[in-house]
């Protein structure tokens, strides 16, 4: 019997390990917040000036104030590592120089906002990256972090808050942090935080009130950042009582343990330690300890000990398999070991004289449980009822193989020779060892029965050629029959073992093999993007691993269709057809072996997961009777529970897709209308009413009003055939029908034209231009790139006041041509610069702002992107006001490029 306490008290080599890797990197503090604007920058500012005053060198990598005059005051003081300055697209960005860093190499250095994205051309994509590789180096970080940037947590706050977070960190850097600390504010201090001015400035704080801050998300997301901070404290605990050997438990938190074997009861007991869990908010896990006596259950005990541990699985529990030999022992060392507090089992359901000869669980369990809570649950299920089985099984057909026993024969013949040999040196009762080693070859190489064999031929071979009177079957001393019997018993015992150990080592292949082939399987569904990947990658494992033909069936429009084979097969006999159909409505096997339309060619069992059913598999093969062993059943359920998952998953995906794209519809839909009742019917009522005043009082009214009202239906009437010209472009865009036509065209000529149509638009405006006369010829349709800058004017000179000036200013950039329109108006909010371009979506306005369709600036992108251009959106850095930026390739063919981009840059660039 093993010793217990040596286990116990003896470090964890994983957590052993885990602590030598944290030893040779930096120790990674995380700020966690809920929500931006609960002070994480700030806390992260005050604890880093603690160590500084406490002699560390401390300096600051990147730390985003964001115009808050107490952060700005707590900067001052720290060494800042001065900014690495990043050209994109016309645009100067300003990112953490990580190279300055590790040249400097602090003791500590202060990053801010994990999970930004650098700028392309960076060394990473993202800023958690840089924060690696500076822990890497032994440097500790200090770093900020909001809930909903988690990357597991993403869906979870899109679904509150209604806003995708594009930028997430895995939760393998949270897993890897040191320490989190997390940044707390309630609700209402949080919200009187944005109103005083300290988060946003007023105008967009209003809106951030209304919709991201409401009270509800807040304290939604606030729990969220506790939870996530809970759950990584307990795993430190753990890890902590792992790497110092203390025994558990301590009950910081609450955990359970059922346990699974064989025994009727067994799905009650799981369903028991659910509700536990639930009633706990705790985390639980189904735990088997797989003894050598494994490997000689029943196929019902087999069947029942899958059923179970599939339930479980489906349950949401942690499925744990662990080898033993003393399972109370195992079982208390695995809950101590990992900090468990409640353990679930079965009531003893051995006779009162076997628990006396074999001991009982139970009872064990009790015993040895110390601290952590055991419940003895008596479970539901009588003794006698097994899983109840609707597809027959086919019998293990093992041939006979007369190999075994040539070999076992041969061996004992060799013993005989070699005891023939050795019979002039020993005593004639030692050459029974001789006879025993060929009985332990037999064993090893054959099984049992040709172990056996070889027991009665050692046995008849030793006392015929060896025992007095020799090459008889009679034994005249009394000894040596004792000597033969002794020989006997130990030869059969030693055969046994030896053939429970080839049966063990057999069976721990064959589930190796298995395992390898389901963690391949895993992974190719986990690699398959498309619905015909996942259906081909089920059909082809399957039939390669039970040597089937194999069919899979989806419901479509109201029916069940085959959808993928192997090998290919579409083709499906009326019987066929009604018993794949029945299979999928009843969510039961149907068809061949079962016992329901067993006259079918094919057995159909349905893919279900913990849901519904969501198709349906055949199998068939040229074979009568049966398909299936006990084994290959059980094999069988756990591909296709693999496969249902990874079904479900790609059309959950889908139906995700779908359901965006409705909203999304709806959303377009809604706007139209919208557009389409205010935008038509606004400059309609004013024409409507010029022209009737016109046509009532002609006569009465003086010259200059006729005028006024006559210029008034002409602009209104411009204005309403530019928002049905907008509609037109706009559907051509989005139907894919737009064709532009391309030829060479100077950028001057378009811009001429585009100020020339929006004269009127601008005429209360100043207008500046700068376009260099040798910028090279542009591959253009015209008529579209005036459109595009028409657009672009026309949004200017809505937003800009009055008397302000707009300006366009082109030059050369690396084989490009780079226009801008710049205006003085109030810019553009920084949460609406990613969906400045969507269609039908309008800024919030100023009064005295004349209203928009939505359509002007997506018209722009969908036109310039045609060109094969790119537009982006910005705010100005000089003063108030928005820049849109035009980039359109030069061609390659274009004589004088070279020497205009030359000019050009020579001369400066004029942003």
């Not at 309630?186 to 209003?206: H, S």
């Not at 097994?386 to 086919?394: C, R």
């Not at 969501?614 to 591909?639: F, H, M, N, S, Y």
Request: with cysteine; charged share 25%; aromatic share 6%.
């Amino acid at each position: 019997m093993p010793d217990a306490r040596s286990n116990e008290t003896r470090p964890s080599p994983d957590a052993l390990l885990e602590h030598a890797e944290r030893e040779e990197r930096g120790r990674l503090r995380i700020f966690l917040g809920a929500a931006p604007g609960v002070g994480k920058t700030y806390e992260m500012l005050m604890t880093g000036r603690a160590r500084l005053a406490d002699g560390i060198d401390v300096v600051i990598g990147i730390v985003e104030t964001h115009g808050r005059k107490e952060t700005q005051a707590l900067v001052e003081g720290y060494e800042l590592i001065p900014r690495r300055q990043v050209d994109y697209k016309g645009r100067v960005l300003d990112e953490m120089d990580l190279d300055a860093i590790l040249v400097r190499r602090p003791a500590l250095v202060l990053v801010d906002e994990l999970a930004h994205t650098n700028a392309p051309g960076s060394r990473h994509p993202k800023r958690y990256l840089d924060v690696q590789e500076i822990l890497t180096h032994g440097i500790d970080v200090y770093t900020t972090l909001n809930i909903q940037h988690v990357e597991s947590l993403n869906d979870v706050v899109a679904q509150i808050t209604r806003v995708r977070v594009r930028e997430t960190v895995p939760d393998s850097v949270i897993d890897q942090a040191d320490d989190i600390e997390i940044i707390d504010l309630t609700p209402d201090d949080l919200i009187k935080r944005l109103e005083e001015g300290k988060v946003y400035f007023p105008n967009t704080a209003q809106r951030a009130i209304e919709n991201y801050f409401s009270p509800g998300n807040l304290t939604a997301l606030r729990e969220l950042a506790l939870r996530r901070t809970a759950q990584r404290v307990d795993e430190q605990l753990l890890n902590h009582m792992q790497l110092h050997a203390i025994p558990g438990p301590w009950a910081a938190g609450e955990r359970v343990l059922v346990c699974v074997d064989a025994r009727p009861g067994g799905a009650a007991r799981i369903r028991y330690a659910r509700r536990l869990a639930d009633r706990l908010r705790a985390p639980w896990t189904a735990l088997h300890v797989d003894t050598p006596r494994s490997a000689g259950m029943s196929e019902d005990h087999k069947d029942r000990l899958a059923a179970n541990l599939r339930l479980a699985e489906q349950l949401g529990a942690e499925v744990t398999t662990i080898p033993g030999q003393y399972v109370a022992q195992d079982i208390v060392r695995h809950a101590k070991a990992n900090n468990f507090t409640h353990i679930v089992i079965g009531r003893p359901t051995r006779s009162r004289w076997r628990e006396l000869i074999e001991g009982s669980l139970t009872y064990d369990l009790i015993r040895d449980a110390g601290d952590i809570s055991v419940h003895v649950i008596s479970g539901t299920e009588q003794a006698s009822e097994a899983v109840p089985k609707t597809v027959g099984t086919a019998a293990e057909q093992k041939p006979f193989d007369i190999w075994p026993y040539l070999f076992a024969t041969a061996y004992v013949a060799g013993s005989l020779a070699f005891g023939a040999a050795l019979d002039q040196f020993l005593d004639v009762r030692n050459l029974a060892i001789v006879f025993l080693v060929a009985v332990l070859a037999s064993a090893v190489t054959g099984g049992i029965w040709p172990a056996l064999y070889a027991c009665l031929v050692s046995a008849l071979a030793f006392n015929f050629f060896f025992l007095e009177p020799r090459y008889t079957l009679t034994i005249r001393d009394p000894e040596s029959i004792v000597a033969l019997a002794i020989f006997l018993v130990v030869a059969v015992i030693a055969s046994n073992l030896t053939a429970r150990v080839q049966r063990q080592a057999i069976a721990a292949r064959s589930r190796a093999r298995a395992t390898e082939d389901l963690y391949q399987f895993s992974r190719k569904l986990a690699g398959a993007g498309t619905l015909d990947d996942v259906l081909w990658a089920t059909a082809f494992q399957i039939a390669l691993m039970l040597k089937l033909r194999v069919v899979l069936l989806l419901p479509e429009n109201g029916t069940i269709t085959v959808k993928a084979g192997y090998p290919p097969d579409d083709t499906l006999a009326e019987a066929d057809i009604a018993a794949a159909r029945w299979a999928w409505e009843h969510n039961r096997a149907a068809g061949r072996g079962a016992d329901t339309l067993p006259g079918a060619k094919r057995l159909y069992l349905p893919l279900r997961t913990g849901r519904t059913a969501i198709g349906v598999v055949g199998l068939d093969d040229d074979r009568q009777g049966p398909l299936l062993t006990p084994e290959q059943q059980r094999l069988l359920d756990a591909l296709a529970d693999q496969a249902a998952v990874a079904i479900e998953r790609i059309q959950l995906a889908a139906d995700v897709d779908r359901a965006k794209l409705a909203a999304e519809a709806d959303r377009l839909r809604s706007a139209l209308l919208t557009s389409i009742s205010h935008d038509l019917k606004t400059p309609l009522a004013a024409i409507m009413g010029a022209a009737g005043t016109l046509r009532e009082f002609a006569a009465a009214l003086p010259e200059t009003d006729r005028a006024e009202l006559l210029s008034t239906v002409l602009d209104e009437s411009e204005r309403l055939n530019r928002f049905i010209a907008n509609l037109l472009d706009m559907t051509k865009i989005e139907s894919g029908a737009m064709e532009p036509n391309h030829a060479l065209h100077f950028v001057g000529d378009s811009v001429g034209s585009a100020l020339l149509r929006a004269r009127k638009i601008t005429e209360e405006h100043k207008t500046e231009i700068d376009i260099p006369a040798d910028l090279p010829m542009l591959r253009l349709d015209p008529v579209l790139f005036e459109q595009a800058l028409f657009n672009l004017l026309d949004n200017a000179a809505k937003y800009a006041p009055p008397g302000s000036t707009i300006r366009l200013q082109g030059w050369v950039d690396n084989g490009c041509v780079i226009l801008q329109i710049m205006d003085e108006g109030p810019g553009i909010p920084p949460d609406d610069l990613e969906r400045i371009f969507d269609t039908f979506y309008r800024v919030r306005k100023r009064d005295q702002v004349r209203a928009g369709t939505g359509l002007g600036l997506s018209i722009s992108r969908g036109f310039i992107e045609a060109m094969a251009g790119t537009i982006t959106a910005a705010n100005r850095t000089d003063r108030a006001g928005a820049i849109f930026t035009i980039r359109m390739p030069v061609p390659a063919d274009v004589p004088g490029m070279r020497r205009a981009s030359t000019d050009d840059q020579s001369n400066g660039d004029p942003a």
